[in-house]
């Protein structure tokens, strides 16, 4: 048995990927909405630090549904472009950077690609400045943060930190958009074996470019929506809701970005930093 084993999805016959997609897109979709579930008796019970574990892993499970769908839309054209976004199943930061992406509403492929690249960043400069202290990936950090206790270095300074901050009722974790639009394009009809050859057959061809325009993909979210209702497709749960968050929030394919991390050194950024004071005199 070899687990993590995605990849070898491209030994199957085409015709047959389809189908092998939608099997595991229902078992995610089974997954995400039972942590979903026990997301919202967390929260109702006042439990704020369960909740946040809970939100993030069904965060990575609904961005895992997302990240096979943009393999069914960037067809199998590009042997190697699939088998890098199959990986990204696997990867924490791929998974953290769609979530974080489905929650805007970028005008262009362009922007969408900016702020990913900003998402990827090993470390990075920020505070009232924008260069004041070094911070490591946002994305790690904070699931990493809500998991473990742990003992942390920062520019010579050295803390305990822990989930425990979590508990303090200041926050409050309801279910994260990604999570709410995966379930929401599942009962919508569109992960189903025949939803997904509608999906397929709306985007083969389309000519994806960062000059690309939000109304564009959106143009395409209302055409596969129409088509999944035609055929009769959705679900008698489907609401009005679901396909208002499958219109806006479905996003820009992504399967044709990097989403791994650029390593970043503390070198390069107290250089910046120092380039930044020089010029302030």
Same mark, same amino acid.
């Given at each position: &048995?070899?687990?993590? $084993?995605?990849?070898?999805?491209?030994?199957?016959?085409?015709?047959?990927?389809?189908?092998?997609?939608?099997?595991?897109?229902?078992?995610?979709?089974?997954?995400?909405?039972?942590?979903?579930?026990?997301?919202?008796?967390?929260?109702?019970?006042?439990?704020?630090?369960?909740?946040?574990?809970?939100?993030?892993?069904?965060?990575?499970?609904?961005?895992? &549904?997302?990240?096979?769908?943009?393999?069914?839309? &960037?067809?199998?054209?590009?042997?190697?472009?699939?088998?890098?976004?199959?990986?990204?199943?696997?990867?924490?930061?791929?998974?953290?950077?769609?979530?974080?992406?489905? #929650?805007?509403?970028?005008?262009?492929? #362009?922007?969408?690609?900016?702020?990913?690249?900003?998402?990827?960043?090993?470390?990075?400069?920020?505070?009232?400045?924008?260069?004041?202290?070094?911070?490591?990936?946002?994305?790690?950090?904070?699931?990493?943060? !809500?998991?473990?206790?742990?003992?942390?270095? !920062?520019?010579?300074?050295?803390?305990?930190?822990?989930? #425990?901050?979590?508990? $303090?009722?200041?926050?409050?974790?309801?279910?994260? &958009?990604?999570?709410?639009?995966?379930?929401?394009?599942?009962?919508?009809?569109?992960? !189903?074996?025949?939803?997904?050859?509608?999906?397929?057959?709306?985007?083969?061809?389309?000519?994806?470019?960062?000059?690309?325009?939000?109304?564009?993909?959106?143009?395409?979210?209302?055409?596969?929506?129409?088509?999944?209702?035609?055929?009769?497709?959705? /679900?008698?749960?489907?609401?009005?809701? $679901?396909?208002?968050? #499958?219109?806006?929030?479905?996003?820009?394919?992504?399967?044709?970005? $990097?989403? /791994?991390?650029?390593?970043?050194?503390?070198?390069?950024?107290?250089?910046?930093?120092?380039?930044?004071?020089?010029?302030?005199?």
């Amino acid at each position: &048995m070899k687990p993590r $084993d995605l990849v070898a999805i491209l030994n199957a016959p085409k015709p047959e990927r389809l189908g092998l997609i939608a099997e595991g897109l229902e078992l995610l979709a089974e997954h995400v909405s039972t942590l979903r579930d026990d997301l919202l008796h967390l929260q109702d019970a006042g439990r704020s630090r369960g909740a946040a574990v809970i939100d993030g892993l069904a965060s990575e499970e609904a961005a895992k &549904m997302l990240i096979l769908l943009d393999v069914v839309r &960037m067809g199998w054209s590009e042997p190697d472009a699939v088998r890098r976004q199959l990986r990204n199943f696997y990867s924490h930061l791929a998974r953290g950077i769609y979530a974080r992406l489905t #929650a805007g509403r970028p005008a262009d492929l #362009a922007e969408v690609r900016s702020y990913a690249e900003s998402l990827r960043r090993s470390l990075y400069l920020d505070g009232p400045n924008d260069v004041d202290w070094i911070f490591r990936n946002s994305v790690e950090a904070d699931r990493e943060d !809500s998991l473990y206790v742990d003992y942390v270095t !920062s520019e010579g300074e050295s803390v305990w930190i822990t989930p #425990a901050r979590l508990s $303090d009722g200041t926050l409050s974790f309801g279910p994260s &958009m990604v999570v709410d639009l995966a379930l929401a394009l599942h009962r919508l009809g569109c992960l !189903s074996a025949k939803g997904l050859e509608i999906v397929s057959k709306e985007w083969a061809g389309f000519p994806l470019g960062d000059d690309t325009h939000w109304v564009q993909v959106e143009a395409i979210n209302k055409s596969v929506l129409n088509e999944v209702h035609a055929a009769g497709l959705c /679900s008698e749960n489907a609401t009005r809701a $679901d396909v208002r968050l #499958a219109l806006q929030q479905w996003i820009f394919p992504l399967g044709g970005l $990097d989403l /791994s991390s650029i390593k970043v050194t503390k070198t390069e950024l107290l250089a910046q930093r120092e380039q930044w004071v020089a010029s302030q005199w």
